[in-house]
């Protein structure tokens, strides 16, 4: 055997595989402190591109994107771009044969400009403005989802030949999740409401317009959300008004989406999502209600987001100061703008030293942000090296959804740079933002 045959399994002999939910498949880190991601040593990556620096595993969201289409293999599966978005990305998603499921002009724009198959595309929204609609249109987007009653007219007025649509409808349902990502409840802003009637009244006003082409019903009860019990029982919901539809209409929906809302591990101990559960208990309940019924089996779609990406991400920091006052303040280099997640839904997150050996005991640190808030934490009193001090670095897993697309420009700070890493090879998706950037926009 040569050295370049032995070295792979020297080194893994040396590096310990991170078993932990919260990284990517296959991170690996050794006593130096050596996190590798993607086969790349972070800490050089954080050397030569900056922090913070947002990682992003493609392999990590390929694995992902086939491990769901495998588990539900007569499913359609739309990416939820909200959680992530860029062309890479979308160009990945199409690659994998997912259809995607966007909520913007913007967000369209992104697709159409690397060529995603405009038949496997959602629009949704509840507050689509004009342009969105008119955007949609002009792509030929597959479908449309209703969610209020305005949207009815105004879409039936923009409308030439005729718009497939679903009806958004929020079926009751609590996921028991964050107050603010709970969206299967009667009190919220999305879809109409079944209990109310409100959901059979949207029925009725779509398929009184001749534009519009009713092919389904839409339920997306949240985010985040652990048990499948909850998606379950939304799911017999909607095939209930499914029911009643044909009664009422003579009209059998042939799509169901159910949407998306999958939970995934934020911290070390975390259960995993039950994907395999999941799908088995989907599939059961469709057949079940539909035989009850009387009714054809749907399509079904679901329309993970976080699932596919979170996991495949991590953030890298540097350290630009370390205060023990109250408690040991550990200060970096980001923060809200480019995670607003514990401050918006009270995430938690675990945090890593990379980069070098620590043999110090750990000791609690609370770990802020740079900006001028005092809700700028990133993680409350996590276990972090006794030593660590100023131009250390610092990981954070589970950030590769809803961070990025979240970003904010707060104390015109630029939103980082994030890079794809695969097989031993980085590849710049979406550079930092500069301050000619910031200063481009500002014409005044
Ligand atoms: C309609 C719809 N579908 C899917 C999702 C994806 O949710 P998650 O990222 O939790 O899977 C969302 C959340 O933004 C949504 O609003
Ligand atoms: N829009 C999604 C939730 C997004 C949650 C996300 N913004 C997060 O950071 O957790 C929903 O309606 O369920």
Not at 33 to 56: I, K, M, S
Not at 157 to 171: E, G, K, S, Y
Not at 200 to 226: K, M, T, Y
Not at 387 to 402: E, S
Request: with cysteine; proline share 5%.
């Amino acid at each position: 055997m040569t050295l370049a045959e032995l070295l792979p399994t020297m080194r893994s002999m040396v590096q310990a595989r991170l078993e932990s939910r919260v990284w990517p498949t296959g991170t690996t880190v050794d006593a130096h402190g050596d996190l590798r991601v993607g086969d790349l040593r972070v800490a050089e990556l954080a050397n030569r591109f900056g922090t913070p620096l947002q990682l992003l595993d493609t392999t990590d969201v390929r694995r992902r994107c086939r491990a769901y289409r495998a588990a539900l293999p007569h499913a359609e599966v739309a990416y939820a771009s909200k959680a992530f978005l860029c062309r890479a990305m979308a160009r990945l998603v199409a690659d994998e044969g997912l259809s995607l499921d966007v909520c913007s002009a913007g967000e369209l724009a992104v697709a159409r400009s690397v060529g995603f198959p405009a038949e496997r595309i959602l629009l949704h929204g509840n507050a689509k403005t004009p342009e969105d609609l008119k955007a949609a249109l002009a792509l030929h987007v597959g479908r449309i989802v209703i969610d209020s009653l305005d949207e009815i007219d105004q879409l039936g007025a923009l409308v030439r030949d005729r718009q497939r649509v679903l009806v958004r409808v929020a079926p009751g349902v609590d996921g028991q999740t964050h107050a603010s990502i709970t969206t299967g409840t009667d009190d919220q802003k999305f879809g109409f409401p079944l209990s109310t009637g409100a959901a059979a009244e949207a029925v009725r006003r779509v398929l009184a317009e001749p534009s519009l082409g009713l092919v389904g019903l839409h339920g997306h009860i949240g985010s985040q959300i652990r048990k499948v019990a909850s998606f379950e029982e939304a799911t017999r919901r909607l095939i209930g008004l499914m029911a009643r539809i044909r009664d009422e209409h003579g009209v059998e929906l042939p799509e169901l989406n159910i949407g998306g809302g999958h939970a995934v591990p934020q911290l070390p101990g975390d259960e995993e999502f039950d994907l395999a559960g999941f799908a088995n208990r989907i599939e059961v309940a469709v057949h079940d209600e539909c035989h009850r019924h009387g009714l054809r089996v749907p399509r079904l779609t679901i329309e993970p987001g976080r699932a596919l990406v979170a996991t495949a991400g991590v953030t890298v920091y540097r350290v630009t100061a370390v205060k023990n006052t109250t408690r040991r303040w550990v200060a970096v280099d980001g923060g809200m703008s480019d995670n607003p997640r514990p401050a918006l839904y009270g995430a938690q997150y675990a945090v890593r030293l990379i980069g070098r050996p620590h043999t110090f005991p750990t000791q609690p640190a609370t770990v802020v942000g740079r900006h001028c808030e005092s809700g700028d934490v990133l993680a409350r009193e996590v276990p972090l090296p006794h030593d660590l001090r100023a131009g250390d670095l610092l990981a954070v897993p589970c950030t590769g959804a809803y961070h990025h697309s979240l970003a904010s420009n707060y104390n015109m700070v630029g939103r980082p740079p994030v890079l794809a890493v695969e097989g031993g090879v980085a590849r710049l998706l979406v550079r930092r933002e500069t301050e000619e950037d910031l200063l481009r926009r500002d014409v005044g």
